[in-house]
């Protein structure tokens, strides 16, 4: 779905641009809906950049794909992402400069809270 690829990369530079940003997504079929949850709230509400960013996709989204419907939600939204199929988060956590993924369809923005080697004795 040529979409779905327009969306991810059109996300990824909202990510790339506003800082502490969550974005998750999911295409719901039964409602025949992309579903796009940012986090946090002030973020989403207030972040002037942020919503200049999410206007100028919907609109070009629209235009691109006239048959299809892209909808933006918080967290404290009624429609929620059950299954997210890709995620861009604001974490990251090192240990000896190795990053830690939960899962491959997450995206992580390095921040890295040092580089400390604990080393344990039994």
Do not use: C
């Amino acid at each position: 779905m040529k979409s779905k690829i327009y969306i991810k990369e059109e996300l990824k530079k909202i990510y790339q641009s506003i800082d502490n940003i969550f974005i998750k997504y999911e295409f719901r079929r039964s409602i025949s809906t992309h579903i796009v949850e940012i986090t946090p709230l002030t973020i989403f509400e207030s972040n002037k950049d942020y919503i200049n960013l999410e206007i100028d996709l919907e609109e070009n989204f629209q235009k691109l794909f006239p048959e299809e419907e892209i909808i933006f939600v918080s967290n404290d939204s009624l429609i929620t992402i059950n299954n997210s199929e890709f995620e861009f988060t604001g974490w990251l956590l090192e240990y000896n400069s190795t990053p830690i993924y939960q899962q491959s369809n997450i995206e992580v923005n390095p921040i890295f809270a040092g580089k400390i080697n604990y080393v344990f004795a039994a």
